[in-house]
């Protein structure tokens, strides 16, 4: 809508060389209105939003059950569209103590 400010991405990334490079770093800086760059420390997985994701699906899809490579990826695909469709949960994972940092 015109006159709404817009809404702020948020850009987590670790901290391998080309993350921290200049160029990676500039885009941010220049946008910092609609951008924000989190860089996470060394090995943080527990402020990793992506490895809350990763347990959440570990724990729904279990590959004991799966006869096969072909069953384990439907199961997980079919999980992460389940997903899609509860951003409530999704949402939540934003919530926990060490990622909170991204909300704002």
Known sequence: MPGEPAARS???????????SRSV????????EHVALHLMPGYSPEMNPDE????????????ARATSAD????????????RQK???????YF???HVRYTIQ
């Not at 770093?25 to 910092?32: D, F, I």
């Not at 509860?86 to 939540?92: A, E, L």
């Open 10 to 20: 948020h850009v987590i990334a670790d901290r391998h060389p080309v993350h921290r």
């Open 25 to 32: 770093s500039a885009r941010p800086a220049e946008n910092a």
């Open 52 to 63: 809350l994701l990763n347990a959440d699906l570990k724990h729904h899809v279990h590959a």
């Open 71 to 82: 069953d384990l990826a439907h199961e997980t695909r079919c999980f992460l569209r389940r």
């Open 86 to 92: 509860q951003p409530h949960i999704v949402c939540s």
């Open 95 to 97: 919530a926990t103590r």
